[in-house]
């Protein structure tokens, strides 16, 4: 679903590519764009309660339900799952290239287990996002999970018809883990280095997709407070990992 990262160029205002890796053979990969006024302008997408963050350009992020009804939902507590069998991959792939591809994430501590979509960039240079709650997705524009670089997954924190599939991301610790399962049936391991909470105004765009001498994992999705005038959260929740060794 959506497009690879060799897809249209965001349009407008936009910082310069973020690298896998600084050997001249890496590929390089693109933050996608969305200016303020870019959101504004699409009711569709806010009916639909599913869309962008907006930090200025060359920003990503998720923007939830937009249902002047709306309220957060409460549930219960967490129910973690099990980590998946298999093999760690190893030795370490320096491109994307050279890593399998991602098919599926599991988060035990707070009870993730998602298939992984593929999601790229729009025509006008804006993120796709997941058409449900229920799935996380990989941005194709970043490197594969696992290969030298910031690889970057998104997914809503919910919508006004319940949680969704990153709801609890904020309740991550360091330490926790992070498994990704690639299409080869290897698994890419990731420990959490840090979570936190920004304005959308001030989306460190350059910390999260910016070049990364390691394999990065950085997951996305909103928080902080609910605006029931616009619809919309004011911030975003951004989790860091690091492979894990």
């Known amino acids: 679903m959506g497009l690879t990262s060799r897809g249209p160029r965001p349009s407008g205002p936009r910082l310069a590519d973020a ?15 969305l200016s303020l006024l870019a959101l504004v302008g699409r009711p569709a997408v806010v009916a639909a309660g599913i869309g962008l963050v907006l ?20 549930v219960g ?12 991959q190893t030795p370490v792939p320096q491109t994307s290239a050279h890593a399998s591809a991602p098919v599926s994430l599991t988060i035990p501590s707070i009870g993730v287990r998602s298939r992984l979509i593929r999601l790229g960039i729009t025509k006008s240079g804006a993120l796709q996002v997941p058409a449900t709650t229920t799935v996380a997705g990989w941005y194709t524009g970043s490197p594969r999970p696992g290969a030298i670089g910031s690889s970057v997954i998104v997914g809503h924190v919910d919508s006004f018809t319940g949680p969704g599939i990153f709801y609890r991301l904020h309740l991550l610790h360091p330490r926790n883990l992070i498994y990704v399962r690639q299409k080869d049936g290897r698994l890419a391991v990731f420990r959490v280095s840090s979570v936190h909470q920004y304005t959308k105004r001030g989306f460190p765009t350059v910390k999260v997709y910016g070049p990364a001498p390691t394999p990065q994992l950085r997951l996305i999705t909103c928080g902080g407070t609910f605006d029931v005038q616009t619809g919309h959260y004011l911030s975003n929740i951004v989790v860091y990992a690091t492979i894990a060794s």
């Open 55 to 74: 930090a200025g350009s060359g920003v990503a992020g998720l923007l939830m339900a937009s249902h002047r009804d709306y309220t957060p939902p409460r």
């Open 19 to 33: 690298g896998a890796g600084t050997a001249p053979a890496r590929r390089k990969h693109r933050r996608p764009h």
């Open 77 to 88: 507590p967490v129910k973690p799952v099990l980590a998946p069998a298999g093999r760690p």
